[in-house]
């Protein structure tokens, strides 16, 4: 499927390292953009980042692919062409994945109930998990961050997507590595992860589980699934 263009066309600096005092990176927005009414200004939202306290993340990330998908778990290729929740179509790179076994499988139930073809014309699908280390994270689960960054303090589920893109790219100008959100299923939290920032050589991406089935999908939507997921 081609990826279809970004309505907005974002230019910003080579990503720095965000440092007290330091100049907000000159971001130029331009073009039509729906709903840009409710989202805060590009170079006010830069600032407003740029003054969040980014927090140290050493966690477990699961990402599940489709065999026909880049044999790489830590490209980000796929979501560089058809966009993503933090970046447009065409745009950079970005490895999405979550951060517990349940919540991976709880979005991949999400997203499959949203396509056409349905979730069983969409498996099987490879299983991997890695260990992120990342001194320079921005944490979108606590409701001050969110308000900062003119996100509604409870929930992101109505937000549009061309906010969550544009916080996107305005971090990845700022150097931020990664972006901790809830998830959209309201089971667990994923991540954004822009791995041209952040080194990679330290993931130890193992491959450890093949979904086949329905039934081999955690993250159900009825309450006894969820436990055992949690609990797993």
């Known amino acids: 499927m081609n990826a279809t263009p970004s309505p907005r066309e974002l230019r ?23 709903g840009r009414q409710s989202m805060p200004d590009d170079r006010d939202l830069a600032r407003r980042l740029s003054r969040v306290e980014l ?9 599940h692919l489709s065999p026909r998908e880049q044999p790489r778990p830590d ?38 109930k949203r396509h056409p073809i349905g979730i069983e014309k969409l498996l099987p699908r490879h299983v991997y998990r890695f260990r992120l ?3 320079k994270a921005v944490d979108l689960r ?4 969110r308000r900062a960054v003119g996100l509604p303090s409870t929930g992101l589920a109505s937000v549009h997507s061309m906010h ?32 041209d920032l952040i080194w990679r050589s330290g993931w130890e991406i193992r491959h450890v589980e093949f979904w086949a089935r329905m039934d081999d999908v955690p993250g159900a939507d009825d309450a006894e699934s969820f436990v055992s997921g949690m609990t797993g």
Do not use: C, H
Request: charged share 15%; proline share 12%; glycine share 12%.
């Open 12 to 34: 910003v600096v080579p990503p720095i390292s965000p440092r007290s005092g330091s100049a907000v990176p000159e971001i130029e927005l331009s073009g039509p953009a729906p």
């Open 142 to 145: 606590q409701p001050p961050i």
């Open 55 to 63: 927090i140290t993340l050493d966690a477990a990330v699961w990402r």
């Open 75 to 112: 490209s980000g290729e796929g979501a560089r062409g058809t966009g993503g929740r933090f970046n447009p179509p065409g745009s950079f790179p970005v490895v999405y994945g979550s951060l517990s076994r349940t919540a991976a499988g709880a979005e991949f139930r999400r997203l499959a």
């Open 133 to 135: 280390k990342s001194a």
């Open 164 to 195: 969550t893109q544009l916080i996107g790219e305005v971090a990845r100008a700022l150097g931020i590595e990664v972006i901790i959100a809830p998830s959209l299923s309201g089971q667990g939290d994923m991540v954004a992860i822009f791995p």
